[in-house]
C-alpha cells in the first residue's frame, strides 16, 4: 500500500500540472465554382464565372485558417478576359442549425485581370492588379464523415479608390474608382 501511494506520488510531482489534450488539427481540401458579379465601373467587364481551390486548415476548435485561389473569366468590349482571385482570411463554421452549419469569414483578397485589347492600333487597358476586404457568410452540411457541401456569399470591398487607365492612339484617360463585387460559391470539400 505505501509503495502504491508512493509510486502515485512521485508520478504526479513530475507529471506536467498543464497538460490538456487536444484534438488533431483537421485540414480541410475543396473545389468550388463561382460567380462574380462585377462592379459595373470594374474596367469594363462584364460578370465572371470562375473555379476555387481552397486549403483550410483548423486553428482552433472550427476557426480555420483559408487559402484560396481562383480562375475566373469574363468579358469586356466584346473580348474574352481571363484573371485570377485570391484570398486569405479566417473562417468559422458554427456548431448551430445541425445538420446545416453556418459559415462566417473574414480575408483580403486580390483581383486581376488580364488586358483588354479592343482595337490592337486604338485602344489598350493595362493589367491591374486590385485589392480587397472580403467579408462573407453561408451553410455547409456534411454528406459523408469526410465530405461537405459548402454554399457561400462573399462582398469584396476595395479599401481605396483605383486609377483606371485607358490608352488612345493619341491621349490617355483617367479615372478613379472603388470597386464592390460579390462573388457566390457553391462547392465540395474533403475534411481529413
Not at 504526479?12 to 489534450?21: D, K, Q, T
Not at 484570398?87 to 456548431?95: D, F, K, S, Y
Request: aromatic share 16%; proline share 5%; hydrophobic share 40%.
Amino acid at each position: 500500500m505505501l509503495l502504491g501511494v508512493l509510486c502515485f506520488a512521485i508520478t504526479m510531482m513530475v507529471s506536467p500540472i498543464n497538460a490538456l489534450g487536444k484534438a488533431n488539427r483537421r485540414i480541410g481540401i475543396g473545389i468550388f465554382p463561382n460567380f462574380f458579379i462585377l462592379d459595373s465601373d470594374y474596367f469594363g467587364l462584364e460578370n465572371a464565372p470562375g473555379i476555387d481551390i481552397r486549403i483550410r486548415y483548423e486553428l482552433e476548435w472550427n476557426i480555420y485558417f483559408e487559402n484560396r485561389l481562383g480562375y475566373l473569366f469574363s468579358e469586356g468590349n466584346g473580348t474574352s478576359v481571363g484573371g485570377f482571385s485570391y484570398q486569405l482570411g479566417v473562417t468559422a463554421i458554427l456548431p448551430y442549425l445541425i445538420p446545416y452549419r453556418p459559415i462566417a469569414n473574414l480575408g483580403i483578397g486580390f483581383l486581376s485581370a488580364d488586358p483588354i485589347t479592343v482595337t490592337p492600333t486604338d485602344t489598350f487597358r493595362p493589367s491591374q492588379t486590385t485589392f480587397y476586404f472580403i467579408g462573407g457568410a453561408g451553410l455547409t452540411r456534411s454528406i459523408k464523415e469526410n465530405i461537405t457541401v459548402e454554399a457561400m456569399v462573399n462582398v469584396w470591398t476595395s479599401p481605396y479608390r483605383y486609377r483606371i487607365y485607358r490608352f488612345n492612339r493619341s491621349t490617355v484617360e483617367i479615372d478613379e474608382k472603388q470597386f464592390t463585387h460579390v462573388s457566390f460559391h457553391l462547392g465540395v470539400s474533403y475534411i481529413f
